[in-house]
């Protein structure tokens, strides 16, 4: 080694260097080994079969300032650009939440519910689009369309669905309904919507700090959202078609009341891996 290349370290050495730079965070070792091979542009086994192989100037810089962010808090999914959903790997940025693991049992829900063969599906706030695009991937014989009020988020969004293989969905501009003025009777409408309350403390921890607020929180109660959705959903779905909502692990009774309220009928919860009603469903009969 010359001496140029003195203070140039290995990526054994750069992992070990990133796992004590981030030993206060939750995951130190999966995130050094993640934010490590963005920047080698490699896989997890590349770092373990070439632990000897130094990094050139330009990713040991990378690398150093990356990892600095995340000591920082700064979310590994921003900072690599990019979270695995469903079967998809989508590009995220700041324009909109990163997809939750949680968020799938909505996909799962939905894909489980009796729908015609080809039903016309909503996907309401569909931000880097991971519901829409799950599922048109798992249903490409239903009409899909993504909604979001954010154009960035969108134009995210229709990446994502080229990226993954050319998934058709209708992306389109809209404040929840407001833009769509053909009144389109959906079968389904799934929604992940802002359901944080403002003030909520958990507002100051880990990655949402980085995520846009319009994206989490919904009025002081958390249900500003949710009530005009569940409003205006029964405008916009066919009899017999399903709205399916995420929301809090304590929101699911005041949200049952607000879809009886709006005559709504067959009300169900579902319950995450923890035991909570994060996911409450009903069918809407035309009266
Ligand atoms: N599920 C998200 C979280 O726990 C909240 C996102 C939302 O409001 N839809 O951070």
Request: hydrophobic share 40%.
């Amino acid at each position: 080694m010359s001496d140029a290349d003195a203070d140039r370290m290995t990526i054994a050495q750069a992992k070990a260097w990133a796992v004590e730079q981030l030993k206060a965070g939750e995951s130190p070792s999966v995130d050094s080994r993640i934010l490590l091979c963005h920047v080698l542009k490699c896989d997890q086994s590349y770092l373990f079969t070439w632990p000897e192989k130094t990094l050139s100037r330009q990713q040991q810089q990378t690398f150093t300032e990356i990892t600095d962010k995340r000591r920082q808090g700064y979310p590994v999914a921003y900072l690599v650009g990019r979270r695995s959903f469903w079967n998809l790997d989508l590009q995220v940025n700041e324009s909109t939440l990163i997809p939750r693991p949680e968020t799938e049992l909505l996909v799962e829900t939905a894909l489980a519910l009796p729908l015609p063969h080809h039903a016309n599906v909503c996907d309401l706030g569909t931000g880097t689009g991971a519901i829409a695009l799950a599922l048109a991937s798992e249903k490409p014989e239903w009409t899909v369309t993504g909604v979001d009020r954010i154009a960035d988020a969108l134009a995210l969004a229709a990446r994502n669905a080229i990226l993954n293989g050319n998934l058709c969905v209708n992306w389109q501009l809209s404040e929840w309904f407001s833009a769509l003025t053909n009144e389109p009777q959906f079968d389904l409408i799934v929604t992940n919507p802002p359901y944080v309350e403002s003030n909520s403390e958990y507002l100051e921890q880990g990655d949402v700090r980085f995520e846009p607020k319009s994206a989490l929180t919904s009025g002081e109660d958390g249900l500003k959202d949710i009530r005009i959705i569940v409003q205006q959903s029964a405008n916009f779905l066919a009899s017999g078609g399903w709205l399916v909502i995420e929301h809090g692990f304590a929101q699911h009774e005041a949200i049952v009341s607000l879809l009886s309220q709006r005559g709504f009928s067959e009300c169900q919860g579902v319950t995450d891996l923890n035991g909570h009603l994060r996911i409450t469903l009903a069918k809407w009969q035309k009266p």
